[in-house]
């Protein structure tokens, strides 16, 4: 039988989904809002809270341009608008961990860079991997050698890209493993989901969960 131990809840075809509430860094560095929105998560029946862990200098240049609309966000750069969100230091996120155990739910984060796995490796019960790093083979040996379980985010992948991120998970060391159908347009349009793909996750890794992260 496939399943995933994710927290205290076991994750299987026979179980409930296991939900995961995405706060990422709409806290907009507040840390007191941070909390609020762990325990609206928790209100809402969520299993965790997922926050965003990174600095502006691990992610783009200095001189990275915006490539999203400027009339709904103005900041012109990818480093300055990084930077605005990447304010929470390490007694932060222990704060919001010790928050969510407090009321109940698991507390993850997703970490872009080496210093924040290191930094929330203690903190979460799983690792929750983006998008963007199912590439980022350094960053997956080191998730994979904490020995936790991962749960990987597919989108924007290609099936060989995703079959050389779960082999290289394996051979590092995971044993518990979840994929994530996902497509990286938020809204997804209903037309864009292309939820077919999670069946055709499932007959490439019959061993393995297969989720749906939107």
Known sequence: MREIRLGNVTV?????????AEIGVNHEGSLDLAKRLIELAKEGGADAAKFQTYKAESLASRH??????L????TTS??????KYDGFGPEDYRELARHCGEIG???VSTPFDRDAVELLAPLMPFF???SADLTNTPLLRQVAGHGKPVVLSTGASTRAEIGEAVGTLRHAGCRELSLLRCVLNYPTADENANLGMIGALERDYPELVIGYSD
């Open 128 to 130: 929750k991997i983006a």
């Open 64 to 69: 990275s341009p915006a490539y999203w609309d």
């Open 78 to 83: 990818q480093f300055r608008l990084f930077q």
């Open 105 to 107: 739910i698991d507390f």
């Open 71 to 74: 009339s709904k966000e103005p």
């Open 12 to 20: 299987d075809d026979s179980s409930p989904p296991y939900v995961i």
